[in-house]
Nanobody, 125 residues
């Protein structure tokens, strides 16, 4: 089955850090553009960050710029999201997904597939 497995979420205090991992299962990430999305209760799924197949281009949501860093290790078939200076409003289920039919980053979740089960991030004191 082709999908991602997200991990690394948990409970952290405001100002803390987490590193999320997104491991591909059943396919190679080498030529894939990958994005992280998040969804909080009652809210739409929003794009957090995206990295192109060679890491040459990427985007960050305005709300996470300067605090989150996306990276990839194709040898490990994994994409990471380093999250620093976490805020309560960052709490959500975080998902990664593969851009379909294009190598360009998009903020539209409908243009992605191979969704995993997500990993829960809770930011609370």
């Amino acid at each position: 089955q082709l999908q991602f497995v997200e991990s690394g979420g948990g409970l952290v205090q405001p100002g803390g850090s987490l590193r999320l991992s997104c491991a591909a299962s059943g396919f190679t990430l080498d030529y894939s553009t990958i994005a992280w999305f998040r969804q909080a209760p009652g809210k739409e799924r929003e794009g957090v960050s995206c990295i192109s197949s060679r890491g040459a281009t990427m985007y960050y949501a305005d709300s996470v710029k300067g605090r989150f860093t996306i990276s990839r290790d194709n040898a490990k078939n994994t994409v990471y999201l380093q999250m620093d200076s976490l805020k309560p409003e960052d709490a959500a289920v975080y998902y990664c997904a593969k851009r379909l039919r294009s190598y360009y980053c998009s903020r539209n979740p409908a243009e992605y597939g191979y969704w995993g089960q997500g990993t829960q991030v809770t930011v609370s004191s």
